[in-house]
């Protein structure tokens, strides 16, 4: 099992400022993707990145894909509560995915 | 596109009876689905990955027959979970995918088991 750590575990943070989360594996993956969960609903995909050095934008949502397809980052500008939720990171490589323990963020109005 | 939904969202039942959840894709064939168990504030844990036609894959340490998985179609598969007790509560989640690496996850079911 290929294994992805995330940080920070929890991030509480105003409305307005920005946020960085971090997944990181000793492992290189194939793709990585992100997912946003809201409580008592399923994760909703946000991005899949698959190149080394891919950054991809999504509003005020930034992905960055490790150069060595190890480690990926997703930056928010300008958080809004609506920002809110359990952010996961997955890397595939094989036939499952391999899931990050999560990043609850909280944007306090 | 890439729907997937889940029946019951929630379901409660008395410990010993079985409890039988579905996950469908609704606009798209799937022949592998996966199934993961998730704990409050926690991640997802995959339980088994469910291939259509064929026996489940199941994960070290889920009991495959408390945990019966049926791919029947190239857009449902079932979780049925077996004589349910209290420490079977938990939210189910379902997945499918449609093409290589990309998994689209459905709402969740949520059991409790009193």
């Known amino acids: 099992t290929q294994l992805l750590e995330q940080s920070p575990q929890f991030l509480s943070i105003q409305e307005g400022e920005n946020l960085t989360v971090y997944c990181n594996s000793s492992?290189?993956?194939?793709?990585l993707q992100w997912y946003r969960q809201e409580p008592g609903e399923g994760p909703v995909l946000l991005v899949t990145?698959?190149?080394?050095?891919e950054v991809k934008k999504l509003k005020r949502l930034t992905f960055q894909f490790g150069d060595a397809r190890k480690d990926s980052s997703l930056h928010i500008t300008a958080a809004q509560p609506g920002d809110t939720g359990l952010y996961l990171c997955?890397?595939?490589?094989?036939?499952?995915?391999?899931f990050g323990a999560g990043t609850t963020v909280t944007v306090r109005a | 596109g890439a729907v997937v939904s889940q029946h019951p969202s929630r379901v409660i039942c008395k410990s010993g009876t079985s409890v039988k959840i579905e996950c469908r894709s609704l606009?798209?064939?799937?022949?592998?689905m996966f199934w993961y168990r998730q704990f409050p504030k926690q991640s997802l844990m995959l339980m088994a990955t469910?291939?259509?036609?064929?026996?489940?894959?199941?994960e070290q340490g889920v009991e495959k027959d408390k945990f019966l998985i049926n791919h029947a179609s190239l857009t449902l598969s079932t979780l049925t979970v077996t004589s349910a007790h209290p420490e079977d509560s938990s939210f189910y989640i379902c997945?499918?995918?449609?093409?290589?690496?990309?998994?689209?996850f459905g709402p969740g079911t949520r059991l409790t088991v009193l």
């Open positions: 997955a890397g595939g490589g094989d036939y499952k995915l391999s």
């Open positions: 492992s290189v993956f194939s793709s």
């Open positions: 606009d798209f064939q799937a022949t592998t």
């Open positions: 469910s291939n259509e036609g064929s026996k489940a894959t199941y």
């Open positions: 997945s499918a995918r449609p093409a290589t690496d990309t998994q689209y």
């Open positions: 990145v698959v190149t080394g050095g």
